[in-house]
């Protein structure tokens, strides 16, 4: 069964909005989560490590202010895209381990649409 | 830094025949190699994956192997099923970090 879930899968919004996706972990505690980003047809690119308790890591050219990340619990990371625009429009899955595993699985992703 | 290349960027073959993906990797310290699975509109699922310590891997009909020298693994997937058809993404693992980058995705195509 999934092991990573995502909340909305799908979301469309007005530009100048914000729009909040929520990641948690089912059956494990996660001090760190991770945000990726994928256009159509194309690789998924790390944006940020969220990291338990503390600030999240951003990945070089992603704005901190523009992609907020609060990892309040162990279970729970967000990902707020404040001020949203057409061209935030992307497929955004977050992705966490098991405490001591190798393996990092995803979420089912969240499409955003910026109309 | 780390640099992943995966080929071919599409692949189209007939059910029953094998697949086969491959992927370069730049950083010698990378230790973590998985394989993912990624159909239209979901996220991307752990199908195989290979540590530094072992040349290969094989769970049912699909394989990874690991040419360290190299800095090559490649997924193997034998007796193709329409069900297969989906776009796989390669990655490594980035030296002493948790983190992975990803390759640029393989379209497979597997035709009934």
């Known amino acids: 069964g999934a092991v990573v879930s995502q909340h909305p899968s799908r979301v469309i919004c007005k530009s100048g909005t914000s729009v909040k996706i929520e990641c948690r972990s089912l059956?494990?505690?996660?001090?760190?989560m991770f945000w990726y980003r994928q256009f159509p047809k194309q690789s998924l690119m790390l944006m940020a490590t969220s990291n338990e308790g503390s600030k999240a890591t951003y990945e070089q050219g992603v704005e901190k202010d523009k992609f907020l990340i609060n990892h309040a619990s162990l279970t729970l990371s967000t990902l707020t895209v404040t001020s949203a625009h057409p061209e935030d429009s992307s497929f955004y899955i977050c992705?966490?381990?098991?405490?001591?595993?190798?393996?990092?699985?995803f979420g089912e992703g969240s499409r955003l649409t910026v109309l | 830094g780390e640099n992943v290349e995966q080929h071919p960027s599409t692949l189209s073959v007939q059910e029953g025949d094998s697949a086969v993906i491959k992927c370069t990797y730049s950083d010698s310290a990378s230790n973590y190699f998985p394989w993912y699975k990624q159909e239209l509109g979901k996220g991307p699922q752990l199908i195989i994956d290979?540590?530094?310590?072992?040349g290969e891997k094989k769970d049912q009909r699909i394989a990874v192997t690991l040419n360290k020298t190299a800095k090559h693994f490649s997924l193997h997937i034998t007796e193709t099923q329409p069900e297969d058809s989906a776009v796989y993404f390669c990655?490594?693992?980035?030296?002493?970090?948790?983190?992975?980058?990803f390759g640029t995705g393989t379209r497979l195509q597997v035709f009934p």
């Open positions: 059956d494990f505690q996660a001090t760190t």
């Open positions: 290979i540590r530094s310590n072992v």
């Open positions: 990655a490594a693992s980035i030296m002493n970090t948790d983190k992975l980058i």
């Open positions: 992705s966490a381990r098991r405490p001591g595993a190798w393996e990092l699985f």
